[in-house]
């Protein structure tokens, strides 16, 4: 599964370097720009990244968002303009990374997993965070941005993030990807009240096979979210210059969100096992009233054939006393059949009463 690979260089390829993994489907980059304070505003778009160094020198925050897939000269060119490591540049051209939180002097990399529900199917987006003294910069590859709804809100002058440093808006950002993972658990909750009622009613081998896609999308989910808990817990626990000491309680209200996804996660980890024995008992429970019918129907036969197939030997002889002289019987052959009738009726009865169908 895709989920679960990285992309590596070739052997002997130093640390670091930067090498564009060729993709498909490549999206061109949208690079946009978001200057503000409490009481200004500029929003635009940028054709290169040397064209928010004005912004860069005044005393208001900057949010450098690139949507879609930058090409290695353009990471190079941003990397030189904000001093960013050449092996975080790296991690941003191979997606795929595992959630972690790297520290440098005046600086933080952040790379954060984004779930997006696709049908039935989970995909992981990276999220990457640059975070300094009074900018972010953010990387997210697709066509969609998952920070619209945030845009949006800085428009307005009340906007709380207008009001804060940077740091400030770093934790905007980390709060909507980790809150994505809650309608995506919402809908496997609603999945698995649906297995539920299908597997105490008739389940079947498409019963199973939902139960066993479900079982690996949430592995997947658990694989790449359970890492944020320590991204949250590290920029919780290690100061760092970037962040000021009012957002920290803000954090820590995400670090509580990465703890109930988790429980949420394991929560429906341990009842897609426990459906997993439901289904396997409801087919045993099946099988075994099945056999019982059939075996109450063999029962109830088994004397009637005896009778059958007793008088189906025909040992007619007058000479002999042991001849069957119910052959002879004006009413032989109705007598027959109430016997047969009153058997029956008598075995259906017992077995009622026993409460054994």
């Known amino acids: 599964m895709s989920y679960f690979t ?6 002997g390829t130093p640390p670091g370097t930067l090498t564009q993994h060729e993709t498909a489907s490549k999206t061109p980059p949208v690079i946009s720009l978001i200057d503000y304070t409490a009481n200004e505003f500029t929003e ?11 912004y860069l020198q005044t005393e208001s925050n900057t949010w450098i968002h690139v949507q879609g897939d930058p090409d290695t000269e353009q990471l190079l060119a941003l990397g030189e303009l904000f001093g ?14 595992r959630p972690k939180v790297d520290s440098f002097d005046e600086q933080l990399f952040i790379i954060m997993s984004l779930p997006v529900l696709t049908g039935k199917h989970v995909q992981i987006q990276q999220v990457s965070l640059f975070v300094g003294h009074n900018y972010v910069i ?39 990807i980790i809150d994505e993972g809650f309608p995506v658990l919402e809908e496997f909750g609603d999945l698995i009240e649906l297995l539920e009622e299908e597997l105490l009613e008739s389940p079947d081998k498409t019963t199973l096979r939902t139960l066993h896609e479900l079982k690996r999308e949430l592995i997947v989910l658990r694989r790449m979210l359970w890492p944020q808990r320590e991204v949250l817990n590290t920029l919780i626990r290690d100061e760092h210059p970037s962040i000021q000491p009012g957002t920290y309680v803000y954090l820590r209200d995400c670090y509580d969100h990465t703890i109930q996804i988790m429980d949420l996660i394991e929560s429906y980890r341990d009842m897609s096992a426990s459906m997993l024995d439901i289904y396997l008992s409801s087919v045993s429970n099946r099988m075994n009233e099945i056999m019982k019918v ?12 005896f009778i059958t ?9 007058p000479d002999s006393p042991w001849a069957m002289p119910e052959l002879h019987w004006y009413f032989g052959y109705p007598m027959i059949w109430l016997i047969i009738i009153f058997a029956t009726i008598s075995m259906i009865l017992f077995f009622k009463n026993k409460k054994w169908f």
């Open 6 to 11: 990285k992309r590596y260089h070739p052997p």
């Open 44 to 54: 635009t778009k940028l054709v290169s990244f040397s064209d928010c160094i004005p």
């Open 294 to 305: 059939l075996t109450v129907i063999a029962t109830i036969f088994i004397p009637l054939t």
């Open 309 to 317: 197939s007793l008088y189906g030997m025909n040992f007619n002889n």
């Open 138 to 176: 953010s990387f997210h590859r697709g066509g969609t941005s998952p920070f619209e709804q945030i845009r949006k809100r800085m428009q307005k002058r009340s906007s709380k993030a207008r009001l804060h440093h940077a740091d400030y808006l770093m934790y905007t950002l980390i709060d909507a």
């Open 84 to 97: 960013l490591h050449n092996l975080s540049l790296e991690d941003i051209l191979n997606t795929g990374q």
